[in-house]
């Protein structure tokens, strides 16, 4: 495996857990929306 | 040497500028809004004091009274009356306005009352002498015993003597302004009796509203004080009627008004705004100026965008050293963020005019306006907060749904503000709007794909409107609740408040929604360049077999390209999704990018440029929009987004509930998760349908 696909997967890795995490292991939130990143969108 | 720090708890009633005085004193950017229940949530920031002291801020939501009828105010009411929870104040700074001096000090004396240190800020001291107002403050200070901040929040005068009063709040007296017991002397005699240790107006408070604090519960008091619901009202307005006495008689001598100075082209601006046809009309032509700038001035900065990223993407594609890392980037990075920054000027004029008209005291001559909509429809009229708020985002709008009392009107407001379209709508909008409607100008000066775009915005509000009358009927609601809302005055924008506004606004898009879709278009792209079984690998022995030298070079990296995907991973979700979505007139990449924009409806455009640059040459330069409009359907040979299928997709936008996060909310503000599961089914199952419809009637 060559070092541009090592990267690669691990990218696609980091994107997979960032989106599990973002809408499956929620933390609570302080502040207002549109703040700073609410989870709005 | 250490550093003091002071607990300060800012408070005041709506549309005092109790948040820029937040913003003098934090510099945190922040929004500056007019129209009530903006602060929903408390907001802290800090400031630096006089002699090595700091300040943190904690900005409650606005309240009229102790007397709280809503769950914002219960935020208010349940912190100062809990000298136990983290953030009880060393000080109150109250902030008030001096036009309406008299309305926003009934809150101060109850605060008073609680013996917390009060300071009084009067606000918007620019005005006094346009209005010909004069204060003779030593006398207000003394007779209100306190110590009296003169501040003009929008010039930032007075607001170092406010930080100095703050930093000597010890000096502060803590005695009440009026005395609880003269309410009723007998009562409150009793009730001292049997809890000497506990300040009078602080029990009469926990009587009266449904809270509790510290170690004293409820019950505890009930049970030997507990009076009828008409006894006890008739006592608050005792208090109140006391209240006004004091501060009638306050206002008699230290304050004097010269009627002559006051010109009155408030009254007559709002004659006019807030006439029962002129008013619509004006708001209708407002609304149609914003949404033809929309277009009209954002369409040059946007096709820079655009090319700059086409640009970038085959520039990546072509200088780095060719492997896996440059495909993702050049086919799945650039592509997806630039379907996000592309839409920056968009969000940025729309957030711009929003801005605007709450600067300067129109929005909630809107929401007096709507008002008289709202109700015909069984909706109240706080439903019109959060669905004019939902045009920027459903997530606060839902939240801002709290300030309604009555429990069904609330829950018909949080089911029907996600038809408001909001801004991550746009971008969908956008594009689709871009590719079917002409740019052609009608009755000479209105831009058609302004006047669609302003279309689809109407139609979201009736839609709301429409699921509004259903759920009323449905649900049955018997108890109103009655919009109580002041006008601010008309003010002139100030450039930095619209402009803090508009940068938060966009960054708040660009990293919110820009962070979602770097994802996505990562795990896009993985799944739109690898496949099941060896015909990914054997793909270009495949074609070139079965065309062999018929098609020209660029047509044979092309065809490549597209079996590629086709059997790709993401290719056999998408055909599996297809028979589905067919008779919308939607093929399976229109099918995978409604999927991915289930998170987020903004991902749809990011998700078919990522689409459509894997499934094409790779020194192929065409922007997003371009390879959207040569996108054909293999079998018929016809472009895919052409007009009737642009409007089912237009259409299925406006209705479908494609986003997780506001049913995450709703199912926080409803507890329950019967609601976000209506919601979301409802919703789809109309988008669905009106999609179907449009498409096979328009086919």
């Not at chain 2, 959207?628 to 209705?655: C, D, H, R, W």
Request: overall charge positive.
């Amino acid at each position: 495996m060559t070092l541009q696909e090592i990267i690669t997967y691990a990218l696609v890795a980091v994107a997979v857990a960032y989106l599990i995490k973002k809408y499956f292991f929620k933390k609570k939130k302080k502040g207002n929306c549109a703040d700073d990143d609410c989870g709005c969108h | 040497m250490a550093t003091r720090t002071i607990k300060i708890s800012l408070i005041g009633n709506p549309n005092t500028g109790k948040t820029s005085v937040f913003n003098q004193l934090t510099g945190l950017n922040q929004q500056v809004g007019n129209y009530p229940g903006i602060t929903v949530e408390r907001k802290q920031g800090s400031v630096r004091l006089p002699g090595n002291t700091k300040g943190v801020i904690l900005d409650l939501p606005g309240t009229y009274s102790l007397n709280a009828s809503s769950m914002d105010e219960n935020v208010v009411i349940e912190l100062l009356l809990n000298r136990n929870d983290k953030d009880f104040p060393d000080v109150a700074v109250v902030v008030t306005d001096v036009e309406n001096l008299k309305r926003n000090l009934l809150l101060f004396t109850q605060i008073k009352d609680l013996e917390i240190p009060a300071i009084l800020v009067i606000n918007m001291a620019d005005r006094m002498e346009r209005k010909g107002i004069s204060l003779n403050i030593p006398l207000l200070e003394e007779r209100l015993k306190t110590k009296i901040a003169l501040v003009s929040s929008r010039k930032g005068t007075g607001i170092t003597k406010l930080k100095e009063l703050i930093t000597e709040y010890a000096s502060l007296s803590t005695e009440p302004c009026l005395n609880a017991s003269s309410i009723d002397p007998e009562y409150f005699g009793r009730l001292r009796n049997a809890f000497p240790n506990q300040l009078l107006y602080k029990l009469w408070l926990v009587i009266t509203q449904d809270v509790n604090f510290g170690q004293l519960e409820r019950n505890e008091i009930e049970d030997s004080f507990t009076k009828s619901k008409s006894e006890l009202k008739r006592l608050q307005q005792k208090e109140t009627i006391k209240r006004y006495q004091f501060i009638n008689d306050t206002l008699k001598q230290g304050m004097t008004v010269d009627t002559a100075k006051a010109k009155d082209l408030r009254a007559k601006l709002d004659r006019i705004l807030t006439h029962k046809i002129f008013g619509y009309l004006i708001f209708f032509a407002i609304l149609l100026v914003i949404f033809q700038s929309i277009f009209a001035w954002s369409s040059v900065p946007m096709d820079l965008i655009d090319e700059g990223f086409t640009w970038l993407s085959s520039y990546t594609s072509n200088n780095l050293p060719p492997g896996k890392l440059t495909e993702l980037i050049a086919e799945g990075i650039i592509p997806g963020i630039g379907g996000v920054v592309i839409f920056i000027p968009q969000i940025a004029f729309l957030f711009f005019f929003i801005s605007i008209l709450e600067e300067s005291g129109y929005m909630s001559r809107v929401v007096f306006l709507m008002d008289r909509i709202m109700k015909r429809f069984g909706l109240s009229g706080k439903s019109v907060v959060p669905l004019i708020s939902g045009t920027a985002c459903a997530i606060p709008a839902i939240m801002a749904a709290r300030n309604i009392e009555n429990w069904r009107e609330r829950l018909i407001t949080i089911l029907v503000t996600p038809f408001t379209t909001c801004s991550a709508r746009l971008p969908v909008y956008a594009i689709l709007i871009s590719l079917i409607i002409p740019q052609r100008t009608v009755w000479g000066i209105f831009n058609l794909q302004g006047l669609t775009l302003m279309l689809l915005y109407l139609l979201g509000f009736l839609g709301a409107i429409g699921a509004a009358i259903i759920l009323n009927k449905i649900l049955k609601t018997k108890f109103k609740s009655f919009f109580v809302a002041e006008m601010p005055n008309y003010k002139m924008p100030l450039a930095k408040n619209v402009g803090i506004t508009v940068v938060e606004k966009t960054k708040a898009f660009v990293y919110g929604a820009g962070k979602i879709i770097l994802a996505i278009s990562i795990i896009i792209w993985f799944l739109g360049s690898h496949g099941p079984g060896d015909k990914m690998e054997r793909a270009e022995q495949i074609i070139t077999e079965q065309y062999g030298n018929s098609l020209g070079e660029d047509k044979l990296k092309d065809a490549i390209a597209s079996y590629k995907l086709e059997n790709s991973y993401i290719g056999h979700i998408g055909k599996s999704i297809e028979p589905a979505i067919r008779p919308l007139g939607y093929d399976w990449k229109i099918g995978i990018a409604i999927v991915t924009s289930f998170a987020a409806r903004e991902v749809f455009v990011g998700t078919l440029a990522t689409i459509y640059t894997i499934g094409s040459g790779a020194d192929d330069e065409a922007t997003i929009k371009e390879r959207m409009k040569q996108e054909t359907n293999p079998e018929t040979g016809q472009k895919v987004f052409n007009f009737a299928t642009g409007i089912s997709l237009l259409l299925f936008y406006a209705f479908a509930m494609q986003c997780m996060s506001t049913l995450a909310v709703t199912k926080k503000e409803t507890n329950s998760w019967k609601w976000p599961a209506i919601q979301l089914f409802s919703m789809s199952i109309f988008a669905y349908l009106v999609s179907l419809i449009a498409y096979q009637l328009l086919k």
